[in-house]
């Protein structure tokens, strides 16, 4: 991986960030959690780019609180466009 942040996908809306924190910590140092709030992702950065990897081949597809996760690695913000089209 060239990053140490995943994308965490698939969660319930009640799943906290000191719960996503709780559970990558078993695989290295957690720097941030950032759960998006009503869309059922969020962001786990961890300490190294191994550790992310380790996490995400750990937990990816497993079930956490009822659900499947999907862990990758985060892609950057798309730009957004000025105007839009209709």
């Known amino acids: ?3 140490s942040k995943l ?6 809306y009640s799943v906290t960030e000191d719960q ?7 695989y290295g140092e957690v720097k941030s959690v950032r759960v998006i709030e009503r869309k059922g992702f ?5 300490g190294t780019p191994e ?3 380790s996490a995400k081949e ?4 497993t079930e956490f609180s009822g659900r499947m996760l999907r862990i990758d690695e985060a892609r950057p913000p798309r730009p957004r466009n000025e105007y839009r089209r209709y």
């Open 1 to 3: 991986m060239e990053t």
């Open 7 to 12: 994308y965490v996908g698939n969660l319930t």
């Open 58 to 61: 750990a937990l990816n597809e």
């Open 20 to 26: 996503l924190e709780e559970l990558f910590s078993q």
């Open 51 to 53: 550790e992310a990897e």
């Open 42 to 46: 969020g962001f786990v950065e961890m």
